[in-house]
């Protein structure tokens, strides 16, 4: 496998296969002794079978209708609050979700599945990152989900107009388990959410660089508590917690042998990629539908602009779009809509799922369909309105919509995007179903200023952790990363889409949203999920089966 090249998987891709490193023809008594430990752990409670790695019947299959309820125990260790300071500054208690029932313990050297908490609840994503319970029997893991320190609500964008749109970043819901992050969920410094969100002063730990630590010193105690320092440890996260999983492989290389790191948009910051690829790619997913929806959407904004001029055209716009409140300004009425599309871009999945919102399967799709079919003559906002139910209302449940309300529940990503989290987006008018507007930086850092009293610093997630050469950043002073990345994912367009070298593997694919890989598998699931699936498991059992290997030799 070739440095820049990718893995392709979809319909229309050739066959995927994996190089693999053999292992050595001699081996001795005692390596061959730990190797047979390590294949009778993969199913501790049932004998070794010979059959193909990737024996399709050992998926667990389940109904997309409703989630199982996994069983796991809730803990708490006490966190430091600041990793990088040795005055103290004290500590608070960060909360991970723990399963250790297919875990073949310390003696086999059991691996131990981390998961790199996002922001949120990790109930939640426990619940949806189905992909890692789903293989923790054939590996004999141990699964560990943690709370950390994430990203929340939503950055700012500004028209060359000189008004906000609010553009929600897709970090928040996504299937992400392990620990915690910290000010997230039940992890909160200076024990109540009120005092950790006060100001400035509270909330200068909450950074990619402490949840890290936070994670890296869990682990080492977790380690130590279960007599597991010989265990292997495999990093997961989707999303923002897929940036933390593949940051914390290359910055503490010694806590964990391989990261999986699915839709993880590590490149999008300051002159890496266009600022314009993220609305193009939502663009372009409602277009592939349906050129006449994605007409209806760009001329929409028009039409609202035009009616919001006046106090009569905002109240039609309230009622015609079944609104709680009087609308006092179109911009709300405009994120709400921009907030829909781009959630929908990002869960596009070829089956219904309940992971934002309650949708069906191929969500723009059946927009798009909606919008379509009403008669010749109707309006475009009354399609607009009709288009977006599918999303805010699929089950017909509400009686009107706060759009006030973000049903998402993001709270700490602002700041985090008034730091270090800088991710310019911008929106081309030619390729774009959006208003066109660029990222204007004087203004978002007026913005910060006024918010929060700080003034970010865009180029310092790239000196923390690279990103301007790749190849130079994770070919030679990196390994063992998979990233995972599916095209139809706006996220897509800031992650790594190509091999970097042999060990840092990119898996795309072509009718992929965001990190769908790491849903539980269903009998719904297209040949070209399982495939990459699959890959990702082959590729994993050989990170392990190497550490392994070198542990023995290491005798």
């Known amino acids: 496998m070739q440095t820049g090249d ?31 430990l390590f294949l009778d752990s993969h199913s501790p409670s049932e004998a070794v079978t010979l059959r193909p790695p990737f024996w399709k019947s050992w998926w667990p299959r389940r ?5 199982s309820t996994y069983q796991y125990e809730t803990r708490y260790f006490t966190q430091t609050l600041d990793h990088f300071s040795f005055k103290q500054l004290g500590s608070f208690q960060q909360r991970y979700l723990l399963n250790k029932h297919h875990w073949s313990g310390a003696l086999r050297m059991g691996p131990i599945f981390f998961y790199c908490g996002n922001e949120g609840g990790i109930e939640w994503f426990a619940e949806n990152t189905g992909f890692m319970w789903d293989i923790a029997p054939r590996f004999g893991a141990m699964l560990v989900f943690a709370e950390a320190c994430s990203i929340s609500s939503s950055l700012f964008l500004f028209c060359s107009e000189g008004f906000i749109i609010k553009v929600f970043s897709r970090f928040d819901k996504y299937p992400k388990f392990s620990a915690y992050h910290r000010y997230y969920g039940q992890s909160l410094p200076y024990g109540s959410r009120e005092k950790a969100y006060q100001n400035a002063d509270t909330l200068s730990y909450l950074n990619a660089e402490q949840a890290l630590a936070d994670f890296a010193t869990l682990v080492i105690d977790l380690k130590r508590n279960f007599s597991a320092e010989g265990c292997p440890v495999i990093l997961f996260g989707g999303s923002y917690g897929g940036m933390l999983a593949a940051w914390m492989r290359m910055k503490y290389p010694h806590i964990a042998v391989g990261a999986l790191s699915s839709s993880a948009p590590i490149l999008q910051f300051q002159d890496i990629v266009p600022s314009q690829f993220f609305y193009d790619i939502v663009s372009n997913d409602f277009k592939r539908e349906s050129l006449s929806c994605f007409r209806c959407i760009k001329e929409s904004w028009n039409i609202l602009e035009h009616l919001g001029q006046t106090s009569e ?26 907030s829909a599309y781009s959630y929908l871009a990002m869960v596009n999945y070829p089956y219904p799922a309940n992971f934002l919102m309650p949708l069906p399967a191929f969500p723009i799709k059946e927009v798009c369909k909606r919008m379509d079919s009403y008669p010749d003559g109707t309006g475009i906002l009354d399609r607009i309105f009709g288009g977006v139910s599918i999303y805010y209302n699929y089950t017909g449940s509400v009686d009107c919509f706060d759009i006030r309300d973000d049903p998402h529940g993001m709270n700490g990503w602002n700041w985090q995007a008034c ?6 987006m911008s929106s081309n008018e030619e390729s774009s179903m959006f208003p066109p507007y660029c990222f204007d930086y004087d203004a978002y850092q007026d913005q910060c200023i006024k918010e929060f009293g700080v003034r970010p610093r865009p180029k310092w997630i790239t000196t923390e952790f690279g990103g301007h050469d790749l190849e130079r950043d994770l070919k030679h002073f990196g390994s063992n990363i998979i990233f995972t990345n599916g095209l139809l994912d706006p996220w897509s367009g800031g992650g790594v889409l190509q091999n970097v070298s042999d060990s840092i593997i990119s898996l795309v694919t072509e009718e992929g949203a965001h990190h769908l890989d790491l849903r539980s598998a269903t009998d719904q699931d297209p040949e070209w999920l399982v495939n990459q699936r699959e890959s990702e498991v082959e590729i994993i059992r050989g990170w392990i089966s190497d550490y392994y290997t070198e542990k023995a030799s290491s005798f």
């Open 313 to 338: 055209g905002l109240a039609n716009l309230s009622r015609s779009f079944n609104l709680c409140w009087k609308l006092n300004r179109t911009q709300d009425l405009a994120d709400w809509l921009n």
């Open 419 to 424: 730091t270090e989290m800088v991710m310019p």
């Open 63 to 67: 109904s997309n209708e409703h989630f």
């Open 6 to 36: 990718r893995v392709l998987l979809g319909n229309r891709s050739p066959k995927h296969r994996i190089l693999r490193k053999m292992a050595p023809s001699s081996i001795n008594f005692l390596l061959v002794l730990f190797l047979l």
